[in-house]
């Protein structure tokens, strides 16, 4: 509850490397675009693939620290339903928490501000349902 | 060096996703549980990211014409809330909700050779396969 100084560091790091991408290549640091974009297997893809790399290596390189991944504890049926939703989603409606909420809000695009306040409020509606009215998780 | 920036925006995202605490997904789920016992911890990730990427993206835009590496920035132009937007969003949402993963911390999680994240980004690839015929028919 206390512990908002990680969030807040892991936050302008991600703010960082968002910008950089923008003010040095240009593009938007938008990863269900940049995976979507990988999976077209068009041209002009190799900054994706170094993206997509450097974004598997960050943890790699924290767990020489105190850092680790953490185990998954979610039920088969959530991770694939929450899979196939979240990717379906987030192509269909052109982004997702960091292409939206990061670079979209960062640039006040009203598309994104508007996707990501809907996406919040269906996510928290969701988690209600499932936690208080069905009792999962 | 495009790539190389790439390469590091992408380390960048993988290091901020993990100290952050985006890529839990009980962290995450709790964070969307308002009804619950709640855990405000990641909204100072979204605003540690924007107290970085807004300042920094007005001073570009103001005193930038093109990015360092690239002949110019490429950026969404669109305004108009459509349908897509909208109904991607909320479809993101119930699954982010469900599963507690967005595709960033997906990716990031994958070094962490949990099955399960391995099956969450199946679906997703699926899900995002599927969005992309929709939209070009």
């Known amino acids: 509850m206390t512990d908002f100084i990680e969030p807040l560091i892991g936050g302008v790091i991600l703010g960082v490397s ?33 993206f997509v790399i450097g974004l598997i290596l ?12 953490p185990n ?29 909420g990061i670079c979209g809000i960062g640039r006040l695009s009203p598309r994104s501000i508007t996707s990501v306040v809907i996406f919040m409020a269906t996510a928290a509606i969701t988690v209600f349902v499932t936690r208080h009215l069905l009792g999962a998780a | ?8 925006a992408g380390i960048g995202f993988g290091i901020g996703l993990t100290i952050s605490g985006m890529v839990e ?55 108009d809330i459509d349908k897509p937007l909208l109904i991607g969003a909320v479809i993101f949402g119930l699954g982010w909700g469900i599963s507690g993963i967005c595709p960033g911390p997906a990716i990031a999680n994958l070094s962490g050779m949990d099955e399960k994240i391995f099956g969450f980004i199946i679906a997703m690839l699926v899900g995002m396969i599927a969005a992309n015929k929709v939209k070009t028919t």
């Not at chain 1, 960050?58 to 991944?69: A, D, E, K, M, R």
């Not at chain 2, 060096?1 to 590091?8: G, T, V």
């Open chain 1, 18 to 50: 968002s910008l950089l991408l923008l003010v040095a290549n240009g593009r938007i640091a938008g990863i269900s675009g940049i995976v979507s974009n990988l999976l077209k297997l068009q041209p002009g893809n190799a900054w994706r693939w170094m």
């Open chain 1, 58 to 69: 960050g943890p790699v390189v924290l767990q020489t620290t105190s850092y680790n991944l």
């Open chain 1, 72 to 100: 998954i504890n979610s039920s088969w049926w959530m991770l694939i339903a929450g899979g196939l939703l979240v990717g379906f989603g987030s192509v269909f409606g052109s982004g997702c928490t960091s292409g939206h």
């Open chain 2, 1 to 8: 060096m495009n790539l190389i920036i790439a390469l590091i």
């Open chain 2, 25 to 79: 997904p009980l962290i995450v789920l709790a964070f969307l549980d308002v009804a619950g016992a709640w855990d405000p911890s990641l909204a100072f990730v979204m605003c540690g990211a924007l107290a970085v990427f807004i300042p920094g993206y007005l001073l570009s835009k103001t005193k930038m014409s093109k990015p360092i590496f690239a002949a110019s920035f490429s950026l969404p132009t669109r305004s």
